[in-house]
């Protein structure tokens, strides 16, 4: 039975306890022993995360020490999977680049607030994680991320859509599902998820279905592909 840990907290506005809960239910309906918490402090014993498959946060706008994400990188980069959406993974710890640099992006933000509407368009890819599914609206917030560029891209969204500092700048496509690899362990974003009411939508819904298995199958591939990958310690400033 493959294992998952769901972390959640930080601020209340983005709903952290009740997604959880939707990511827990998906998972043990996929056969996954789940386990929640609702403290940091479960990323503290470094062999408790690598002998997991899947890590999900959902935290968001938190400080954390770095033994902590130093941790979680290590588990991942031994081929752990990380999955998560929205501020609750790439908005989780604004003040540690060793965290974003792992998730793949960092929101920076979402003009307009809550409430835009506007379309997710799925890229066209042979990846498993997108197939058979088709471009769809949403009314929420429309992240504006800075991105890794060596992420893969699995569907985008355009801006601009409302007035502000950027809307003289070119038409772009940010990226709202990615993939990247950590180590040899595989990451998974998704930037819809503001409230629970947006996870529940049915294709935001199926899209973390989809990478929270994708992402739980790279710890069994590794192994049986003989990978393995050195683990990096991020350097802060500190440390130098």
């Avoid at 940091?40 to 938190?62: H, N, R, S």
């Avoid at 088709?134 to 969204?157: G, I, N, R, W």
Wanted: charged share 25%; net charge negative; proline share 3%.
């Amino acid at each position: 039975m493959k294992k998952a840990l769901i972390v959640w907290g930080g601020w209340d506005g983005h709903q952290p306890k009740e997604v959880a809960a939707i990511f827990q239910e998906m998972l043990e309906k996929e056969g996954f022993e789940v386990e929640v918490s609702d403290k940091l402090e479960a990323f503290e014993d470094g062999d408790k995360l690598k002998a997991l498959d899947l890590i999900v946060p959902v935290w968001t706008m938190g400080r954390i020490d770095q033994k902590l994400v130093d941790n979680v990188s290590a588990a991942v980069q031994s081929g752990v999977g990380l999955a998560g959406c929205h501020g609750g993974m790439c908005d989780s710890f604004r003040e540690n680049v060793d965290w974003q640099f792992m998730t793949g992006g960092q929101w920076v933000a979402h003009p307009g607030n809550d409430g835009v509407e506007y379309v997710v368009n799925i890229s066209n890819s042979t990846s498993a994680l997108t197939e058979d599914m088709e471009d769809f609206t949403v009314k929420s917030e429309q992240y504006y991320l800075h991105v890794d560029p060596a992420v893969e891209v699995l569907a985008t969204t355009r801006f601009p859509l409302t007035p502000g500092p950027h809307s003289l700048n070119k038409t772009v496509d940010m990226p709202v599902v990615w993939t990247k690899r950590w180590g040899v362990g595989r990451v998974y974003y998704n930037s819809l998820g503001h409230q629970a009411n947006i996870v529940e939508i049915d294709s935001v819904k199926e899209l973390m279905r989809r990478g929270f298995l994708w992402c739980a199958e790279g710890k069994a591939k590794a192994v049986a592909a003989g990978l393995e990958a050195g683990t990096y310690t991020g350097m802060q400033d500190n440390q130098l």
